[in-house]
């Protein structure tokens, strides 16, 4: 089945370390995105990728870092610079056209700082 | 980005349909809506999306005001499976996003 898989479930570090979040798609979608989502709280946008080896930044990129080598993967970094990294992040994938079409979500990483 | 308004939380009656409505006034003639909903602790799930005409698929109905200001979500027989939180959200052809707080539905039995 096609989708995004996004690893691990659960997440947990310690203080002032950097981690890495995985998100892996195959459905041939262009662009990528991600997001954090905090308790009670809507989607808010961090970075996202229209194609390979491009990325710009969303409304609360400072502290995060991403990459996109392969149109399938594009992994995020939480920074020791992220003053509250503790939330839900949810990676998702769309096609990149002007025909408007809907993004696709993974089941998102739970991330806890200890 | 065009930002929308939606109630806070709704309950609906088991059977009954579920009419979650939107706020858009500042959308653009090229933006489209659509409408996502996400239960607890998965990602969002996309239900669907209009630019001016209504749209119906076997999840729901999408009915757009002439005027494109605003938008009703209609669930015609909620299901306790539907208990979740809507997003409507309004995205440009350049894909960017701004996801709201959402309607909390509660269908009750």
């Known amino acids: 089945d096609g989708g995004i898989t996004q690893s691990p479930k659960y997440l947990f570090r310690k203080e002032g370390q950097n981690v890495t979040l995985s998100c892996e798609q195959n459905l041939n979608h262009d662009a990528m995105y991600w997001y954090r989502q905090d308790p009670g709280q809507g989607l808010r946008l961090i970075y996202y990728s229209q194609i390979v080896n491009d990325f710009q930044k969303g409304d609360i990129a400072e502290g995060y870092s991403v990459s996109r080598e392969k149109k399938e993967s594009f992994p995020l970094t939480v920074t020791s610079a992220q003053k509250n990294p503790t939330a839900f992040y949810l990676c998702?994938?769309?096609?990149?056209?002007?025909?408007?079409?809907?993004?696709?979500f993974g089941d998102g990483t739970r991330l806890s700082i200890l | 980005d065009a930002k929308t308004t939606q109630p806070t939380s709704m309950d609906c009656a088991e059977g009954r349909a579920a009419n979650l409505p939107c706020n858009h006034s500042?959308?653009?003639?090229?933006?489209?809506v659509y409408w996502y909903r996400q239960i607890h602790s998965q990602g969002p799930q996309y239900i669907i999306h209009g630019l001016k005409n209504n749209e119906t698929n076997e999840m729901a109905s999408l009915i757009i005001t002439e005027d494109r200001k605003s938008s009703t979500l209609i669930l015609p027989h909620a299901t306790l499976r539907d208990t979740a939180v809507y997003y409507c959200?309004?995205?440009?052809?350049?894909?960017?996003?701004?996801f709201g707080t959402g309607t909390k539905l509660q269908v009750i039995p």
């Open positions: 959200t309004i995205s440009g052809g350049y894909q960017k996003v701004t």
């Open positions: 500042t959308i653009s003639g090229n933006e489209y």
């Open positions: 998702a994938s769309s096609p990149w056209t002007d025909s408007n079409q809907p993004q696709h």
